[in-house]
Structure formats: C-alpha cells, structure tokens
C-alpha cells in the first residue's frame, strides 16, 4: 500500500520511549516527547534541519499501531512505553509541516523547526496530541 501527501485529518502517532516524556496518571504527553532531536550522531544539527519522525497511523487497528511501535523500536534498549496520537493539522496550525517524502511508507517527518520558537511549538503539539498506553 502506498501513501500520497499526508492530509490533515489524518491521524500520527508519536512513540514515546523515554518515561519522563507521559505523565500515566494524568493522562498528558510532556513536550520533551516532541522535541525534535539537536544532535544525529553526535554532530550537532541547526534548528532549520530538525525533524521528528512519526508514524502515519491510518487505516490500522490499535493492535497493528502498537505492532508499528514496536518495529520502530528496533535496536533501542528502551522499551516502547507510550504513544502520542495526533491530527496533522494540530502539526500545521502550531506553524510547522508534515512530510511524507521518506521512502518508509508509513514514516513521516514533522518539519519547519526553525527559529526560536521550538519549545513553544514542542509544547503547542504536546497539548493537543492525546496519550495512548499499551
């Protein structure tokens, strides 16, 4: 199945694998779960360079989104604790974009991080996204 331009109904997921990035008992995603990295193999990456990777969840089961986290874990040794599900165009109306031009069908790049405004719009996604336990 291949996947065209992300639209804006449709739904992302962000796997979170780092506690401090949920709180379970108050059901939120904290903003550090959105914050795209500055660092890819320890070289230090310039703002309007970040990304941050998320799976477009569309047309899958609960079971088969949880299967899709557990793919992208890969070799991490973290352990897959949490998601982040969130409507695209919750991505653009914060001001960034989603890209879907990755040869992975179902990853996608949240772009446009330039300026100094990424905590703020790290925040702004935290917000609106919607946390998701296994």
């Known amino acids: 199945m291949s996947f065209g331009p992300v639209e804006p109904t449709e739904r992302l997921a962000r796997f979170i694998f780092i506690r401090w990035h949920f709180d379970p008992q108050k059901m939120v995603v904290n903003h550090g779960a959105f914050l795209p ?4 193999r320890g070289i230090p990456v310039p703002a309007e360079n970040r990304t941050l ?4 969840i569309i047309r899958l ?4 989104v949880w299967r899709e986290g557990e793919r992208v874990k890969g070799r991490r040794q973290e ?4 998601r982040a599900d969130i409507q695209a165009h919750a991505v653009i109306e914060t001001g960034l974009s989603v890209d879907a031009g990755n040869m992975r069908r179902r990853h996608a790049d949240i772009i446009g991080w330039e300026g100094s405004r990424i905590l703020l719009k790290a ?5 609106r996204a919607t946390l998701r336990l296994p």
């Open 37 to 40: 990295p500055d660092k890819l």
């Open 53 to 56: 990777s998320v799976c477009r």
């Open 61 to 64: 089961r609960e079971n088969e």
């Open 79 to 82: 352990s897959l604790k949490a």
């Open 123 to 127: 925040t702004a996604l935290a917000q």
